[in-house]
Structure formats: structure tokens, C-alpha cells
């Protein structure tokens, strides 16, 4: 789908240089799920907002299949939905006015269906809870019919029931549509247990990518996705610690 | 379906005078008790019965109705005008940063001066006519529906414009889908603060010079000595300007529900 190569992204922030991403190199196939995991501020957003075009990258570069750039659907950490347009308004928000009314119908109806929100085509933002809105900011994403789907930290901010739920929605939707996905997130569990890759990111650098060769649906409670869920775990505190003694050796 | 929409109306506005018709009730039988106990001369607080008999009289010669009409005629094309001009000029210095920072100081300059200081030069100028009513009119409800468009345009929430940028929208159609309808919120409480400071301002321009409208009709009565009159015009003005603002919200609600139309002007 896509190859990085020492892709970087510097930002200044009040005066002083911080590298986002640093010499980031990672090949995804087409269709593959990726997911990103990391603590908060080691680059995951800057390299979504990198790949969705959003932004661009200081240096290296970012190749994409056929070296045109592919149909992307952004789903945000919140749903972001358009508080004066109704739940299908909000789903076709992105292709409505450039695709024929029909064709716009047909795909809202569609993606609606897909996330289970068909029987509130016609409901208001404020009407909808924290799950409901975000699967229609999901719904507004597959609309696009994306090639690339990049979703950031989705779930972040839902109870643990609503959660699963949407994660298993998710599989299924990638099954049935087969986009590439780019899935970031800062909970390991969240990143095992969807991602066929789960790729390691700390201080925009990349640690390490680990695939995950279990078959879907995946339980979270599975002994096999535990031990994967600690081997991804332990690296990345590694990294961290590695890191941390470094600093004290600078200062020392 | 219309006329379920009337009856809805109705029923909706019967509802609100019922509700807010008991502190009226309390302060009209305190001023009933005041003015038949003799506590004040019936010349400075005349009853409400010899109030209620002035404005029937008023009615009845047609003065009120002449009176009103020239005063809502004034403020609705001084309110017009200020909304034609404010709403494009918030949505150009929007759109043009350079111009609204080479402006802004001289708006803010002029912003700070009451429209009732201006009278005596909008006189000269201006003639003691229509243009001149209409001209403070405009000054006094220009800046809150100005400053209501910019502030609402400038803050439309960054993070739903993102969302346009993400699924590559040009740039006129990111402001004519998110950002105009994200500051409407904000328009629509100036556009009500407006309408409120529209009226005030008018029966101010209407005492100082004019020969018609409520204003005049209550400084007349008091060269007259007749404080009923004033009294019943102070009440006519009252509830004209409820119901313009009744209206508004009614509009608010049907046009853009979304827009919780009562909690957002709580602070006025």
C-alpha cells in the first residue's frame, strides 16, 4: 500500500525544534492492519496526519502504491460530527455535493447499515452517545470507500463494553471491505488484538514491528494474544528504560 | 400541516404568557395597592385602571397605532440595514486579516461612543428626519451583530474544520459548510442583543427630535403632564420589544435547532 523511507517530521515548538518523527522506515502491504502503538507524543498522530496528507514531512519520503496518492478515510480520536447536520448528513459529509444524491444515498446507507445505526439515520449529534457518535464518524470515514483507513486512538474515550464492541465491528468491516487500515492507539491489548502488525513506535523512532499471526476475532482473555500483548509490552519498556538511563548518563 | 404549525404556535406562546404572566400579576396588583392606599399622588403614579382608560383612549383616536407603526417601521429597516452591513463586513475581515488589522482600531474607536452622543451631529447631517432615526438605529445594533459574526467566524472550532481538510475540501466550500454554519451560534446572539439594543435606541432618538413614533408620544404626554400616557406608552414599548424577541427565538428554534435558543442569551 505504502513504503516510508526515513520519513521525518520536525515542528517548532515556542522556538525549539521537536522531532516528531525521526527516520522512520515501515512498508505496509495492500490491505493489510496495521496498528501503531506508543505512548502519548511518540509521533503515532504526526504519522497519520503524514499519511492522509494532512501535513508534510520535513525529509524522506512516503511512497504510495503506483506512486498515485489512495482514496484515505480519517477517523479522530473524537467523532468530530457537525453539530447542525443529522447522523446521515453527517455520514455523507464528505462526499455529499460531489457524488450524484443517489450514489451519495446508496453509500451513507451502506456504511450506516455496516456500523449498526440504520434506525437513526435521522437522529441529531447531541442525541447520540459517545459509541453511537463514533461509529458515525466511522460511517463518515467508509463513505470515501477508502483504500487506506486511518483511524487515531478511535476508542479512546469509550467504556470498556462500548469499546470491544466497535473493535469487533471494526474486523468485521475490514473483512468485508478489505481496506488497508492504520489503526493507532496507546493501549497494547487494543493493538494486539486487532493488528495483524503491530508496529512500536518510541520518541517518533521505530522500535520494532511484531506480527501477530492469530486468527479474528481475537479475545483479549486468549493466553496466545497475552503473550504477545507482553512481548510487545516488554519492548517497549525497554526502549524506555534504554532511553532513560541514557539520559542520565548525558547528565552525569 | 400549516395550520398544525399555528396551532403548535399558539399553544406554545399561551404557555409562556401563563408562565410568565405571575410576576407581572405580583407588580401590577403592588402598583394597584400602592396607587388606591393615596402612599403616592395619582399625578406621579397614576392607577393601572387610569393607565389602562389612556390607552384605550389611544386606541381609540388611533395615535397608538400610528405611533407604533412609524417606530417598528424605523427599526426594522435601521436592524435591516445593520445586519446587510454587518454580517458581509464580519465575514470580509474574516477572509482578508490584512484589512481587519489595518480597520479594527478605528471600529474599536468608534465602537466605544454611545449612538445618543452622536444625535446632535447625526442632526446636522442628517436633517431631523427618517435618515436620522434610522441612522442611530443602525449605529447602536451594528457593533453586537458585528463583533457577534466575527468572534462566531474566528471560533469555529478548528477540529471540525480539520475534518473538511481530511477528506480534502477546497477552502470556499470548508467556509460555506463548516465554518459559517459553526458560527451561527454566535451570529444569533448578536443578532438578538441587536434587536434589543435597536429599540432602546430609537425611543432614545425619538425624545430628543421627532414628531412621531412611541418616543415622541411619551415625551409629548409628559409636556402635556399626562403621566398616564407616559405610562401606557412605557408599557406599549415594553411588550413590543418582548415580542420581537419571542420572535426571534421562535425563528431561532425553527431555523436552527440545534441552537439551544433560550439558555444562550442568559447572561443579557
Known amino acids: ?252 | 400541516m400549516a395550520c398544525a404549525g399555528m396551532m403548535f404556535f399558539w399553544q406554545w406562546m399561551m404557555l409562556k404568557l401563563l408562565r410568565g404572566s405571575a410576576a407581572f400579576l405580583a407588580a401590577l396588583l403592588a402598583w394597584a395597592a400602592a396607587s388606591a392606599s393615596g402612599l403616592v399622588s395619582g399625578f406621579l403614579l397614576p392607577s393601572p385602571m387610569v393607565v389602562f382608560d389612556a390607552l384605550v383612549e389611544l386606541v381609540r383616536d388611533g395615535s397608538l397605532v400610528r405611533h407604533t407603526a412609524i417606530s417598528v417601521q424605523r427599526v426594522l429597516l435601521g436592524y435591516a440595514l445593520a445586519v446587510l452591513i454587518a454580517l458581509p463586513l464580519a465575514l470580509t475581515f474574516s477572509l482578508l486579516p490584512r484589512l481587519k488589522a489595518i480597520l479594527e482600531p478605528l471600529l474599536e474607536f468608534l465602537r466605544q461612543i454611545p449612538p445618543l452622543a452622536l444625535v446632535p451631529l447625526l442632526i446636522l447631517w442628517l436633517g431631523i428626519g427618517e435618515a436620522q432615526k434610522v441612522g442611530i438605529i443602525l449605529l447602536a445594533c451594528f457593533f453586537p451583530i458585528f463583533l457577534a459574526a466575527l468572534g462566531g467566524i474566528s471560533q469555529a472550532d478548528p477540529k471540525l474544520i480539520e475534518v473538511g481538510h481530511s477528506c480534502h475540501m477546497p477552502p470556499l466550500e470548508i467556509l460555506l459548510r463548516i465554518i459559517l454554519p459553526a458560527s451561527l451560534p454566535a451570529v444569533v446572539i448578536g443578532l438578538r442583543i441587536g434587536l434589543g439594543y435597536s429599540w432602546r435606541a430609537l425611543v432614545g432618538a425619538e425624545l430628543i427630535a421627532s414628531s412621531a413614533g412611541l418616543g415622541y408620544l411619551i415625551v409629548d404626554a409628559e409636556n402635556l403632564a399626562r403621566t398616564d400616557i407616559v405610562l401606557a406608552g412605557v408599557v406599549v414599548i415594553g411588550v413590543l420589544g418582548l415580542i420581537a424577541d419571542m420572535l426571534a427565538k421562535a425563528a431561532i428554534k425553527r431555523l436552527a435547532p440545534w441552537i439551544n435558543a433560550n439558555a444562550e442569551l442568559s447572561f443579557v
Open chain 1, 1 to 252: 500500500m505504502f513504503e516510508a523511507r526515513a520519513l521525518t517530521k520536525d515542528y517548532s515548538v515556542s522556538g525549539r525544534k521537536v522531532s516528531a518523527l525521526s527516520a522512520l522506515d515501515l512498508s505496509v502491504p495492500k490491505g493489510a492492519f496495521l496498528t501503531v502503538v506508543g505512548r502519548s507524543g511518540c509521533g503515532k498522530t504526526t504519522l497519520l496526519r503524514l499519511l492522509s496528507g494532512l501535513t508534510r514531512p520535513t525529509s524522506g519520503c512516503l511512497e504510495f502504491d503506483g506512486s498515485r496518492t489512495p482514496r484515505v478515510g480519517y477517523v479522530f480520536q473524537e467523532p468530530r460530527l457537525m453539530p447542525w447536520l443529522n447522523v446521515a448528513q453527517n455520514a455523507g459529509f464528505c462526499i455529499a455535493r460531489r457524488l450524484p444524491s443517489v450514489e451519495v444515498e446508496r453509500r451513507v446507507e451502506d456504511a450506516l447499515c455496516l456500523v449498526g445505526l440504520s434506525q437513526f439515520a435521522e437522529a441529531m449529534p447531541n442525541e447520540l452517545s459517545g459509541g453511537m457518535a463514533q461509529r458515525v464518524a466511522i460511517a463518515r470515514a467508509l463513505v470515501l470507500e477508502p483504500e487506506l483507513l486511518l483511524l487515531d486512538e478511535p476508542f479512546g474515550a469509550l467504556d470498556a463494553f462500548t469499546r470491544r464492541n466497535l473493535q469487533q465491528q471494526l474486523v468485521q468491516i475490514w473483512q468485508h471491505r478489505a481496506p488497508t487500515i492504520v489503526f493507532v492507539t496507546h493501549d497494547v491489548e487494543e493493538a494486539v488484538v486487532l493488528g495483524q502488525t503491530v508496529a512500536e513506535l518510541d520518541q517518533g523512532r521505530l522500535v520494532a514491528t511484531h506480527d501477530i499471526p492469530l486468527p479474528y476475532p481475537r479475545d483479549a482473555t486468549d493466553p496466545s494474544v497475552n503473550f504477545h500483548r507482553r512481548a510487545v509490552l516488554d519492548r517497549l519498556l525497554k526502549a524506555d528504560h534504554v532511553r532513560q538511563s541514557q539520559t542520565h548518563i548525558r547528565r552525569a
